[in-house]
């Protein structure tokens, strides 16, 4: 199962940045990858993301580091005063948009395992 990480927004820095909290992060060691994907239908340029490769045992495991590193990466952000963007995690059955404004630990983490639900459920 693969769980897409991308970055919504106008800083071309998000990716690199959020791809080194989230290979600083120990218990997602060995789940993650990062890959350069086809443009979305209608847009020119390739999406960079970072990829967390999981079966959906384990993917249940490490939501909770993924979503403290997602919110802790989206609130730094918002101390810093940078521009505004959003994460989008999406696996084969779901999304979840995590808005750096409104983002809270509790709420990222309910998102995503929605997603990894819903994708269980499709499998």
């Known amino acids: 199962m693969e769980l897409l990480i991308r970055i919504d927004g106008q800083d071309d820095t998000a990716i690199d940045e959020l791809w080194d ?4 992060e120990p218990a ?3 789940y993650l990858a990062r890959r350069v994907l086809a443009p979305p239908p209608g847009t020119m340029a390739a999406g960079d993301v970072a990829i967390v ?3 959906a045992a384990s993917l249940v495991t490490a939501v ?3 979503a403290k590193v997602l919110s802790n990466y989206l609130l730094e952000r918002s101390r810093q005063r940078r ?5 989008n995690a999406s696996g084969s059955a779901g999304e979840a948009t995590i ?3 409104t983002v809270s630990a509790q709420d990222c983490e309910r998102m995503l395992r929605a997603v ?3 994708a269980q459920k499709e499998s």
């Open 21 to 24: 909290w989230l290979c600083d």
């Open 28 to 30: 997602l060691r060995g």
């Open 53 to 55: 490769l999981a079966s």
């Open 64 to 66: 909770t580091p993924l």
């Open 83 to 87: 521009p505004p963007l959003a994460v």
């Open 99 to 101: 808005d750096q404004e």
């Open 116 to 118: 990894i639900r819903a």
